[in-house]
């Protein structure tokens, strides 16, 4: 799980980096592009997170 909150606090760095930088210039279309796939990441390995643990419970109850 340590592997997994250092990944997830990765991503929280990086997406809080691309919005920081977007902040100072909200006309920037790169700035914007990176800041979407930081979301885009964050909230991929969010989902993967929920999965494995949704399905970790039902192999408990399964038991």
Not at 28 to 44: F, G, P, R, V
Request: hydrophobic share 35%; net charge neutral; proline share 2%.
């Amino acid at each position: 799980m340590d592997e997994n909150n250092q990944h997830l606090k990765e991503l929280l760095k990086q997406t809080d980096i691309a919005f920081k930088a977007l902040m100072r210039e909200p006309s920037s279309l790169t700035l914007n592009e990176e800041y979407e796939q930081a979301k885009l990441a964050l909230d991929a390995y969010t989902a993967s997170l929920k999965q494995t643990i949704s399905e970790k419970r039902l192999q408990q109850r399964q038991r």
